[in-house]
């Protein structure tokens, strides 16, 4: 950040980002000390009986005095954020209750048995057309490890709390760790590290108890509290208005509550399928998985970039996955317009690296006080839908003044990039290729364990000719990226990822992200080839493409959720993106070994690998995330598979014939998988399936393989006669012949007859 923070802002920022920890503490049976119950009379809100409620503030505030015992203002804002008196403390009540959408004294909220409330997973919550379709289900009590097994919700709270999986043992890890940050002096870090145990230890526990809906993580309340009450605090209210927002958001009055005082901005990296798909050789793969990940560090470096024009921590990014991002920001003097500055740089330096293939769509939705409201916030979500699907009608807007009608140098007639096409100086790759091939080399799993992430404010460069390196740009933007592993040991006093693992304090860096990252390697350790691949296929040797995307998003972020607020749709966002970044990648190293994930974040995939695995892999993709979201019948995947022609058939045309297989199978109906030019359900995939592990069952007996001829010719006559062009008596020689087979072979005749019984 550009200057030091004010340390009014600072305790905001810390208080407001832990002012409901004392709910974990309480759920793990903590108690109150004589004192503590002294002051809970006098901090605290009182029910109908008199009695003190909201006994997490104590518990919040002595958390932060004990782990953190330089910030006694943090710990004092903590504790009265539900009987303020003074500015701070008023903002972080108000951000408190905007996160929710609602006002937060209620006297239920701890009527119930707080401790022995699990997570209700939110998927369990989505209901299309006001219906809703599932039971309850539950996110049992454990800490984010990124493990798909751990990952699955369960239909019983008996089966999410147990003594393994028990609020007591997850706090204590949670403590153990967070005392490793006690003597951390820079803010910044500090901010980071806690953000990232919380999402480690509190994203399976509820910010509420409810009893109607503790749907929404600690995690994500504890998140969107502090970016929100960041914003507050830079918008610099009068004490005066804040005090008259805070009444009428609690009488639902609308004077000040229609200030527009918020902005929230969406990001998309538009062109990602040309960028990473438009490559025409067999060493096409060499990049691709680089390729892939560029995109990925691109849309969060332009998210980083926005934040730190605006001196916001990562509180306020809302969400990034997928080559999407969102962000909260204050609609302080100018926003607006240094918004519009960095789109303009930003898009200029991108149409420069890549020539128009890649185009940067932003925009933004100004939000006022009650748009966070339980019955608005879902009508934000789409009026900025809305306006980025405008925007990408107008890709390049800021530089169609210059850059497309400038005068460009003309180049004799060159060499093209065996990669990408463009023009080389007698070389078989053009320098940026050559750079993502190197990228690739540096990528190899075994090798990366860290990310790190360098700000280069001061030394920005200015992108002034055609970029040769893959670094360039994010140099232009303010960052470096370097990937460090095998001895490699990164800069500690910059931000570093933990790769694939959220065990990020024990290697001492800053927080951790998960990456569909798998790779397949041959024995020698290099990267295998397209033909590797296909020579791995059972029967015929050739490679396919894999293509999955989740059904009706967009419907379900706009409809689904009944009580849209910005912590759902921070909280959604990120469970969806989850299954792709950590779930898939776990699936491929399990259950296929020789496929290569290109891409797998937000809510889709595409991935590469011998044909005859793809169909089972797709099967398993489908099974987990089903059961991930709860067996929700409106939560559905649907999938496409492509198989190559040859070795060397250029991966862009396998991926537009398995995205066009993909679309297929979304117009029959969605929730399906195409094959073989075939749209099938899941559940005739799964049958078709079963019929061909028979057929080779029978073939592996010693049955001859002319059963194939005659399954294939019988097939053809049951096409034909659903025509009309052959009659159905013909149709009966099928099962003739395989009776004949079933003679032939008394030892497969049962069998035989259970595949005639299919047929």
């Not at 974990?24 to 809970?40: H, I, N, P, V, Y």
């Not at 007591?168 to 760790?177: G, S, T, W």
């Amino acid at each position: 950040m550009k200057e030091p923070q004010d340390l009014k802002r600072q305790a905001i920022i810390l208080a407001s980002l832990l002012h409901d920890i004392g709910k974990f503490s309480q759920r793990a049976g903590e108690k109150l000390t004589e004192k503590e119950r002294r002051d809970a009379e006098y901090f605290c809100p009182k029910n109908e009986k008199g009695l003190p409620t909201h006994l997490h503030v104590i518990f919040s505030e002595r958390f932060i005095k004990t782990h953190f015992k330089m910030w006694d203002k943090a710990a004092t804002l903590a504790l009265k954020h539900h009987k303020p008196d003074v500015y701070e403390e008023k903002i972080v009540q108000l951000a408190d209750w905007l996160s929710c959408g609602e006002r937060r004294d209620r006297k239920i909220e701890e009527e119930i048995e707080i401790k022995r409330e699990p997570l209700i997973s939110i998927f369990s919550q989505i209901a299309l057309k006001g219906r809703k379709d599932v039971d309850v289900w539950y996110c049992p009590v454990r800490k984010n490890s990124g493990k798909i097994e751990e990952l699955f919700p369960v239909d019983r709270k008996e089966k999410a709390i147990n003594e393994i999986d028990s609020f007591e043992n997850l706090y204590k890890e949670f403590e153990k760790e967070v005392k490793c940050l006690e003597e951390i002096l820079d803010f910044e870090e500090l901010i980071c590290k806690i953000l990232f145990l919380l999402e480690k230890y509190t994203l399976f526990i509820p910010s509420s108890a409810y009893k109607d809906r503790p749907e929404i993580s600690l995690y994500h309340h504890l998140k969107t509290t502090a970016a929100i009450a960041t914003c507050l605090y830079d918008l610099k209210l009068e004490e005066q208005k804040l005090d008259r927002i805070i009444s009428e958001f609690r009488l639902k009055e609308e004077k000040y509550l229609e200030d527009e005082d918020f902005l929230l901005l969406s990001g998309d990296i538009s062109g990602i399928q040309d960028f990473i798909y438009s490559v025409t050789t067999e060493r096409a793969l060499k990049g691709l998985r680089a390729r892939s990940f560029y995109l990925q560090l691109l849309s969060e470096t332009i998210a980083r970039r926005i934040l730190d024009e605006f001196d916001l921590t990562l509180c306020n990014l809302i969400y990034c996955g997928g080559g999407n991002f969102s962000l909260l920001l204050p609609n302080i003097n100018k926003a607006e317009e240094k918004i519009e500055t960095l789109i303009k740089d930003i898009e200029e330096n991108i149409f420069k690296a890549h020539q128009g293939k890649l185009s940067l769509i932003m925009s933004y939705v100004k939000l006022s006080y009650e748009d966070f409201d339980l019955s608005r916030f879902v009508s934000v979500i789409e009026k900025l839908r809305n306006n980025l699907a405008k925007e990408k009608k107008r890709k390049f807007k800021y530089i169609l003044d210059y850059s497309l009608f400038s005068p460009q140098d003309v180049k004799k007639e060159s060499k093209g990039c065996e990669i990408c096409g463009r023009e080389t100086d007698e070389k078989d790759l053009c320098d940026l290729c050559e750079s993502f091939v190197g990228l690739s080399g540096i990528m190899k799993e075994k090798e990366i364990k860290y990310l790190e992430l360098e700000k280069i404010e001061n030394l920005r460069k200015e992108l002034t000719g055609e970029v040769r390196h893959w670094s360039e740009l994010f140099e232009s933007i303010g960052y470096k990226w370097w990937f460090k592993g095998k001895g490699k040991q990164p800069n500690f006093n910059n931000f570093i990822y933990l790769l694939n693992s959220s065990d990020f304090l024990k290697e001492n860096t800053w927080g951790f992200r998960f990456e569909a990252t798998y790779t397949p390697y041959k024995e020698d350790s290099n990267t295998k080839t397209l033909e590797d691949i296909a020579d791995d296929a059972k029967g015929i040797k050739k490679w396919g493409a894999l293509r999955m995307d989740v059904d009706n998003l967009g419907k379900i972020f706009s409809e689904g959720l009944i009580y849209n607020t910005i912590s759902r749709f921070s909280m959604l966002s990120y469970m969806v993106s989850l299954f792709f970044s950590a779930g898939v990648r776990e699936i491929v190293e399990k259950k296929c070994k020789n496929c290569c994930v290109v891409y797998s974040g937000g809510d889709d995939l595409f991935i590469l690998g011998p044909w005859s695995d793809l169909p089972e892999l797709a099967e398993d993709i489908y099974e987990n995330f089903r059961e991930y979201v709860c067996y929700h019948p409106k939560i559905t995947i649907s999938g496409g598979i492509y198989i190559a022609p040859s070795k060397k058939f250029p991966v862009y045309h396998a991926a537009r014939e398995a995205e066009s297989e993909e679309k297929k199978a979304k117009r029959e109906g969605k929730d399906r998988i195409s094959f073989m030019g075939k749209e099938l359900t899941w559940q005739d995939f799964k049958e078709v399936k079963n019929v061909c592990n028979l057929i080779k069952d029978i073939l592996d007996k010693g049955v001859a393989r002319s059963l194939l001829t005659v399954l294939y010719a019988g097939c053809e006559e049951e096409r034909l006669n659903k025509e009309g062009k052959v009659s159905i008596l013909r149709i009966w020689r099928l099962f003739y012949q395989i009776k004949r087979f079933m003679e032939r072979y008394e030892t497969s005749a049962p069998a035989l007859e259970d595949l005639r019984k299919k047929n």
